[in-house]
């Protein structure tokens, strides 16, 4: 009898330090399936596990990208802001009025 094959997709470490490991498991019975190990816990997936899970993640990775877009876009009209102070501060008011004094 054939022993499973094992192929290593996934190895990474998360931010405690644990190892995240994602395994294809190719049986001799010609079925395939998938081995996901978090540290010392394990849990086996299918096709259609591993699909939702895909779905998941990409959907925290979207809404990820859109906090740091907004991050960023704060960041810009704050140092559009501050360039704005420190330039009225040494040449005066950029925008005065003709008549204005």
Not at 33 to 43: H, I, N, R
Not at 73 to 100: D, Q, R
């Amino acid at each position: 009898m054939r022993q499973p094959e094992l192929t290593s997709l996934i190895g990474l470490r998360d931010s405690d330090g644990d190892r995240l490991v994602l395994v294809r498991v190719d049986r001799p019975n010609g079925t395939r399936g998938y081995m996901l190990k978090v540290g010392t816990g394990s849990v086996f997936l299918t096709a259609g596990d591993l699909e939702g899970l895909s779905t998941v993640i990409r959907f925290e990775l979207v809404s990820a990208n859109q906090f740091r877009f907004f991050a960023r876009a704060i960041w810009l009209l704050i140092l559009c802001a501050l360039v704005w102070l420190l330039t009225s501060a040494v040449i005066g008011p950029l925008f005065a009025y003709p008549w204005s004094n």
